[in-house]
Structure formats: C-alpha cells, structure tokens
C-alpha cells in the first residue's frame, strides 16, 4: 500500500460540489461525522496530507481534499464539513446533505465517537436514509477504554446492516482496515443491507403514495424514499440543491404536486401538521439510535465522565470560567512576547546581516545608488523587518492556540463568553475567532468560518480587528512602557506597563462587543441563533500534529500573504523618504499636510503617515516613524528604548500622545494581510471597505473625545 497525497480541484454548481478525478477510475470517499470526532483526524492519517483547506466555492465553509493510493487504486478523499445532522439548519449541513446525496461519493464514511457513540447514531442513520455505500469508522477507540466503555462492532455492523470498523487515528490503529473495507465498498465488491427505518404508519403511507411517481420522474438517480419524506417536509434548501442536480423542478410535474397536495392532507388529517412532521421523524431516528446503542454499547463504570465534569465545573463556573480564561490568556500572551524577543532578535541579525552582503554586492557591481535604495533599503528591508517581527510570536502563539485546541479548551472559552456575545447579538463561538486574531487578524478571519450564521459570521470578519495582534503588540508595549509604566518609574514600572497592555486588550474585547451590538442594531440587523455547543472530552495533545497545523496551516499561511503585501509597500516607503519636492521629502509633505488632523486626535502628522505607511504590516509603524523624525531615506530601530523615548519627546510627544497612539494602533483599518483575507473570504468589495472604514472610524472618534476631553481638563 503506498500513501500519496494530493489536493483536487473542485466546482461548485449551487450547492453540488464536483471532484475533478485524476483519472476515470478514481474512487471519491466523503468524509462526514460529528464535530470533535476525530473526523480531521482520520483524514490526514489516511491521505498523508495535513489538512488543506479552503472556501467551498459560494460559501464560507471550509474544505479539504487528500489522495491516498490503496491497492493500485486512488481514492480522493472529501473531508465534509462536521455537522450533527443533514436536516440543513446551517451551512455546513446543506453541504454535508448535498455532497453526500448529490457529488456521488463512491462510498461515504461516517466517522462515529466510541465515547459518546449513541448520539452520533443520529448522523449514521440519516446517511443510510440517502445512501448504502457507507462505512461507519467508530474513532477514538482509546479513550473508549480508558473510560471503561466496550462497544460490539460486530453487533453494531448486524444492526445498521453496513460495515463497522473500530480506530484509534492518532495512532493509526484499525486505519488499513477501514481502508481494506472502503474499497471493497467503493468497488462494489461486498452488498451492504442497511437498516429498514419506518415511521409512524400515517408518514409511511403519505410516502407510499409518492415513492412511484418520484421513482419514475428521478429514473434511479436519487433515493425515492428519502425525496419522498424531503417534500413532504418542504425543505427548501433541499428542493432547491434537488432542482439544479435534476435539471429541472420536480414540483412543475402537475400529478407530483397533486399526489404531495394528497399527501399532505393525509398527514393532517392523521393528526400530523406539517410543523410537526420534522419532529416525528428526529424523534423516531433518536428511538432507534438510543435501542441500537443500548444493545452494542455497555460501561463498566457509569461515571466514565466524572472527571471531565469536575474539571468543567471549575473552567466553565461563572465564578471562576472567566479569571481562569483571562490568566490563560494572559500567560499565552507572556510566553509569545518574552518567548519571542530571542529568536526575534536573532532573526533580525541574521536577515540585516544579509542586507549587509547584498550591499556590499550592490557597491561591488556599481550599481546606481536609487537601485540599491529601492531594492535593498526599501523592499529587503521591509520584508526582512516584517519576517522577523512576524515569524517568532507566530511560531510561539500559533502552537500554543492549537494546543489549548487539541486539549480540548476552546470550546469551553466559547461557553464562557457565549452570554456576552449573545446580549452584543453575536454568535457565542465568535470568542474563538476572536482568541485566534490575538495571534494573527487575518488567521481569525480565517477562524469566522466556524459561525454557521451568515450574518454573525460578518460581524465576526468585521470586528476581528478589533482585538490586538502580535504585529500591533511591539508598538503598544514600547509605547506602554514610555509613556505609561515611565511616569510611575521604579519597581512599579513592570507592573504598570502590564497593567496598560491588559487594560488595552480588554478595551479591544468591549469594542468587539459593543461594535457588534452596533452592527446587530443597523445594517446587520438579527437576533442572535442558537447553536449546538459540545464540550468535547478533554484529550492528551498531540505535539507532533500541532506543530505541524500550526506552523504550515496558520504561521506560513499568513506570513506568506503578508510578505506579498510588504515587498511593494517597501517600494512605497523608500520611494516617499527619498523624493524630494523643493526641500522636503514626499513624506514630509503628505505628514504637514495631514498635521493638523492628527493633532485634533492628540498625535501628529507624522504619525498618521507611519499608520498609513505601515498599512501593509502593523510591524513597521514604529521604524517608519523613527525613520520620519530622523528624516532618514530607510527606516530605522533603535536598540534602547531611553533613545526611543528621548526621539519621541524631542519631538513633543506627551503622556497624552502615548496614550492616543496606543488606542489608535488598537482601533484602526486592518493590515494588508488582513484586508486581503477578508476579501477572500467574503467574496466581496463592499465588505472589505466596511472592515477598512469600521474600526478606523471607532479609532478617529475615541482619540478625538480622549485627546479634547484631557486638554479641556488642562491634564496636560
């Protein structure tokens, strides 16, 4: 057997989505479970591949794709998105139904939980009701056994009527089986007879009395029995996936809708109305899942859980769930920054010491000196100054978010915060979205994908800014420590410092609320959904995975895009230090021009030029505003912060400054990278510019009132 992996292209028409096979015998295998399954998991065990992801095309739900080879057989591997059901209450289950009933997957394996094995069942017999090429993958067969829970697969196969395979993904263990079995389905060679699932009497004759008529107008391309039942609960994400997978509109077939009319009326006059019928038919598959489970499963101890809970009343308490997430949080934020400092530095010397070369290059092959300055000055420099500033806090926040994930804690933050997201009118699961932008703005845009809401999910993209990254965090802690912790001086100093970092992080955490309250109450007008929250079990991280999902799917991910967007701005940069007009530089015509605005807001107007200019990475506002008080045709660094505080007051920089440029650098436009993602991700123009406008709109106002309302007290 030879492990190989490769992404795939797909298409979209509607809600179907197309995998582009490499070759005609190609075999395509969906892969649907529950969140917190395990389902990524067994994917990137089976392809090789560390998950690749990306937008389905029209929606804002994530994929992934992978290639394994199995017996001189290629299987493209579908990671669907984790859903509980297919009864289409969000995105993910629209997707999750219509790969399974309509991208024709050769076979479709549903990953179940050992754990919890009973409520996973739902999902298993919903895909039976579509499907009979399916293969249930019973995951985390470990943590089964350290809870003393023991299931009969064998048993378990016999009642779906379809093959169970035990496995535990993290270590590989039962993972050629489930192979071994999935080409056996996907290539026909064994029958599978799932489940006969029966209704209440009156539901099964409303679905005799259109099973023909279906069954003659589909010619076999879909279960007639599960169209029956869909139209009969007037699913209209269904109908609509159904018309575009057909071609054409089952409901314009005069006798169809005349036999549903029936149907219907059969139904209502048995006493089911239709609001009711959803419910007959959950409550039904829930009866059948509980009597499966009850015959295959048994625990040795029946309180398998006890100390998940008792951990649990403690993380997610209401006197103590909040403190614990903020020391979490706070000790997260000390290992990146004082972690980062070393390696940052060392980076720094490094890529400099490169530029020295390059220099040395550029002098030996005569080059004209504006071809150095653009080149080396401006375009080097910049990226060399954004990997690594950039680079270090990313590698260190990155794995340490992932590992709270893998621990299994985010979803506990997202129980936590879930209340004061939902009096803002977002969606609770927008703290996790928000935790990630701590690291990267553009990775928790990237995050947002996990709101099902459609509307929340912008609310979460728009405000994401409004937490503090780590591009954004050297400016506040040096101008903290200045400014803030430098007036109380001495032992208290440290303190000080801190205390104005974490005040300005909660001040980030109150304008995300307020700012989506704003938002929820105006052009994003809603009431705020309900979500199914699962605390899943907690799990020993694995190091190794997280690693390599930190640092290839978000650290080089993002850097990546901001290299892209910081090699012109450098251009930019030196281009506007370097010509002059009369006696001055561009820069300093654009920073006199933009002066007296900035000081309404208590800065200058070199200060706006060094937000407008770092625009592209938030790393490089400081340099571009010691570069600009130096007059100087490269940005520069200081290595003391005395001579960056003495810059900075020769140049009539007060407490008062300080303070405004640290609420500015909280509230204002996103990076490039940043701006970049959303656009990606919401496939829309408009939206970016409101993510643009938003923020620095909220930065403008509350410098303004900050800066008047000090002068006007006569504090400084």
């Known amino acids: 057997m030879g492990l190989t992996s490769q992404s795939t292209g797909a298409s979209v028409l509607g809600s179907e ?36 992801t990306g937008n389905w095309p029209g929606k804002t739900v994530n994929n992934a794709q992978g290639k394994y080879t199995h017996k001189d057989k290629n299987f493209i591997m579908v990671d669907i998105p984790g859903t509980y059901s297919l009864m289409a209450n969000s995105v993910e289950e629209e997707i999750a139904r219509d790969f399974v009933c309509f991208g024709k997957p050769d076979a479709t394996v549903v990953v179940a939980d050992a754990t919890c094995l009973e409520r996973n069942l739902n999902l298993v017999l919903q895909t039976l009701e579509i499907t009979d090429k399916v293969v249930v993958c019973v995951n985390l067969i470990d943590e089964a056994k350290r809870k003393k829970i023991n299931i009969n697969f064998a048993e378990l196969s016999k009642r779906l009527g379809v093959p169970v395979i035990p496995t535990n993904a993290r270590s590989n263990k039962g993972l050629k089986e489930l192979m071994d079995t999935v080409y056996e389905i996907a290539n026909k060679h064994i029958a599978t007879n799932p489940i006969d699932i029966t209704y209440d009497a009156a539901i099964e004759q409303a ?16 279960n007639n029995r599960w169209v029956a039942l869909k139209l009969l609960d007037g699913d209209p994400t269904l109908l609509k996936s159904l018309d575009k997978y057909l071609g054409f509109n089952l409901l ?24 009711y019928l959803r419910d007959k038919i959950v409550s039904r598959l829930v009866r059948i899942a509980e009597d499966i489970s009850s015959d295959t499963v048994t625990f040795e101890n029946k309180q398998y859980n006890r100390m998940d809970r008792k951990i649990d009343s403690i993380l997610t308490s209401r006197i103590f769930g909040i403190p614990i997430m903020l020391g979490l949080l706070a000790g997260v934020f000390w290992l990146t920054i004082a972690g980062a400092n070393v390696p940052s530095a060392m980076l720094a010397d490094f890529l400099f010491g490169i530029e020295d070369k390059l220099t040395e290059f550029f002098m030996w092959a005569g080059s004209p000196e504006w071809l150095h300055g653009i080149l080396i000055l401006g375009i080097y420099r910049t990226l060399a100054w954004v990997v690594s500033v950039m680079l270090p806090p990313m590698a260190i926040f990155f794995p340490l978010f992932t590992l709270l994930e893998d621990l299994g804690y985010l979803p506990r933050v997202a129980f936590n915060l879930d209340n004061f997201f939902k009096k803002a009118c977002a969606h609770g699961k927008q703290a996790l979205s928000m935790c990630m932008g701590f690291g990267c703005n553009a990775a928790g845009v990237i995050g947002c994908r996990i709101i099902d809401s459609p509307r929340e999910r912008l609310i979460a993209t728009l405000t994401n800014v409004f937490v503090p990254c780590n591009g954004r965090f050297p400016t506040l802690i040096a101008i903290g420590t200045i400014f803030i912790g430098g007036t109380v001086g001495g032992a208290f100093q440290s303190a000080t410092s801190t205390l104005a970092l974490t005040g300005i992080v909660l001040l980030g955490i109150l304008m995300t609320l307020l700012v989506s309250r704003i938002l929820s109450m105006t052009i994003l007008k809603g009431i705020p959904s309900s979500f199914t929250l699962e605390l899943p079990p907690y799990r020993k991280p694995q190091i190794g995975r997280i690693i390599v999902r930190s640092v290839l799917d978000r650290t080089l991910f993002v850097l990546g895009r901001a290299v892209v967007i910081a090699a012109p701005a450098g251009l930019v940069i030196w281009i506007m230090a370097n010509i002059m007009v009369g006696d001055i530089s561009l820069l300093t015509h654009a920073a006199n021009f933009l002066d007296p605005f900035g000081k309404l807001l208590g800065m200058d107007g070199y200060i706006m030029m060094a937000f407008v200019l770092g625009l592209p990475a938030n790393e490089i506002v400081v340099p571009i505003m010691i570069m600009s008080y130096m007059a100087s045709g490269s940005m520069l660094e200081l290595e003391e912060l005395e001579d960056l505080r003495q810059l900075f007051v020769s140049h009539g920089w007060t407490w008062l400054t300080g303070v405004c440029v640290m609420l500015f650098s909280l509230m204002h436009f996103p990076c490039g990278t940043t701006l970049w993602t959303i656009r990606k991700e919401t496939q829309s123009m408009k939206w970016t510019l409101a993510s643009f406008a938003i923020p620095t709109a909220a930065g403008i106002i509350v410098c303004f009132v900050v800066a008047n309302a000090v002068r006007l007290l006569g504090l400084v």
């Open 252 to 275: 314009n077939n005069v006798e169809l809708l005349a036999l549903l009319d029936t149907a219907k009326k059969h139904l209502t006059d048995s006493g089911i109305q239709p609001e």
């Open 17 to 52: 989505l197309k995998v582009e096979r490499i070759t005609p015998d190609d075999k395509v295998i969906a892969l649907a479970g529950n969140p917190n399954v395990g389902k990524s998991t067994v994917f990137n065990s089976l392809t090789g591949l560390n998950q690749h």
């Open 207 to 222: 679905v005799k009395m259109l099973q023909t008529k279906i069954w003659e107008l589909v010619d076999g391309k879909i």
